[in-house]
């Protein structure tokens, strides 16, 4: 059977973190782009790592809402485990 712990679902918020800051860093990036001067810092490439800054931001967003959705549903199992279902 398999088992899911706390320590995983807890390593999750990591991943949803991350593509959380990958998708603001890009609505800033394209902002800047587009003229916003506040966000000047933004404009070369947003601190984003490479491989982000290749993907559009609708891509970001998918990612983000998996990321969102897995561990929601990773939380969800662990609790049905504790409870015995």
């Known amino acids: ?4 712990t706390q320590e995983q679902v807890d390593s999750l918020e990591t ?3 991350n593509r959380k800051e990958a998708y603001v860093r890009m609505g800033f990036h394209l902002a800047a782009k587009a003229g916003a001067t506040q966000l000047v810092d933004y404009a070369i490439d947003g601190g ?3 491989e ?3 993907k559009s931001i609708f891509k ?3 990612e983000l809402e998996l990321a969102e959705l897995f561990h929601k ?3 969800t199992m662990l609790n049905a485990g504790r ?3």
């Open 73 to 75: 549903d990773a939380r």
């Open 48 to 50: 984003l790592k490479s």
């Open 52 to 54: 982000d800054l290749q």
């Open 60 to 62: 970001l967003k998918e």
């Open 15 to 17: 991943w949803v973190e």
């Open 83 to 85: 409870q015995g279902g």
């Open 1 to 4: 059977m398999f088992t899911i």
